[in-house]
T-cell receptor, first 115, second 114 residues
Framework: AQSVTQLGSHVSVSEGALVLLRCNYS??????LFWYVQYPNQGLQLLLK??????LVKGINGFEAEFKKSETSFHLTKPSAHMSDAAEYFC?????????????FGSGTRLLVRP | NAGVTQTPKFRVLKTGQSMTLLCAQD?????MYWYRQDPGMGLRLIHY???????AKGEVPDGYNVSRLKKQNFLLGLESAAPSQTSVYFC?????????????FGPGTRLTVL
């Protein structure tokens, strides 16, 4: 069965610093990979996704992620954190072989941005 | 377009009471999903539907039932609420295509069972 591990339930960075949120997956076949963001008291919004093709994926708000098959990872980065990036971030996977395209979510990482 | 909407936004139930959560989408999506979100556990799939008239169990289906009588609506029912069902419930929908299977989420329903 697939699973997703997000290292660090809380990550704190200073405004302007690099943001790195880690995601590793467990799957026998490379899955579809997603990062979602959740602002307080809101639903989830897609930041970016990897399905096929280029392994470096750019998303909204200056975020990007790189699919590394050898490391079974899909870490999320942003060169310079902004106060508005404070939110909870979820990594999710979907099995390409499953036609229901169900998502398996990690437990989430809350990003805190210090002034 | 409203996207995915959920009704109600908040609800407080007593143990043993029943209720139905309504999810509606106006994007003509084939697939719809119900998740629950609990602190430190991410989102877990309760039930899902790959088309009108079809439903299937997800990871945590016990204590819940669903119906998809119309393509645009997906109902989640709690027949006899328990405190363990206190959670935030999210509905999502997507196209029926692997490469375009981004799920669009509703704003959530916060349910408290006393």
């Amino acid at each position: 069965a697939q699973s997703v591990t997000q290292l660090g339930s809380h990550v704190s960075v200073s405004e302007g610093a690099l943001v790195l949120l880690r995601c590793n997956y467990s799957s026998s076949v490379p899955p579809y990979l997603f990062w979602y963001v959740q602002y307080p008291n809101q639903g989830l919004q897609l930041l970016l996704k990897y399905t096929t093709g280029a392994t470096l994926v750019k998303g909204i708000n200056g975020f990007e992620a790189e699919f590394k098959k050898s490391e079974t990872s899909f870490h999320l980065t942003k060169p310079s954190a902004h106060m508005s990036d404070a939110a909870e971030y979820f990594c999710a996977v979907s099995d390409q072989r499953d036609s229901s395209y169900k998502l398996i979510f990690g437990s989430g990482t809350r990003l805190l941005v210090r002034p | 377009n409203a996207g995915v909407t959920q009704t109600p936004k908040f609800r407080v139930l007593k143990t043993g009471q029943s209720m139905t959560l309504l999810c509606a989408q106006d994007m003509n999506h084939e697939y719809m999903y119900w998740y629950r979100q609990d602190p430190g556990m991410g989102l877990r799939l309760i039930h899902y539907s790959v088309g009108e008239g079809t439903t299937a169990k997800g990871e945590v289906p016990d204590g819940y039932n669903v119906s998809r009588l119309k393509k645009q609506n997906f109902l989640l029912g709690l027949e006899s609420a328990a405190p363990s069902q206190t959670s935030v419930y999210f509905c999502a929908s997507s196209y029926a295509s692997g490469a375009y299977n981004e799920q669009f989420f509703g704003p959530g329903t916060r349910l408290t069972v006393l």
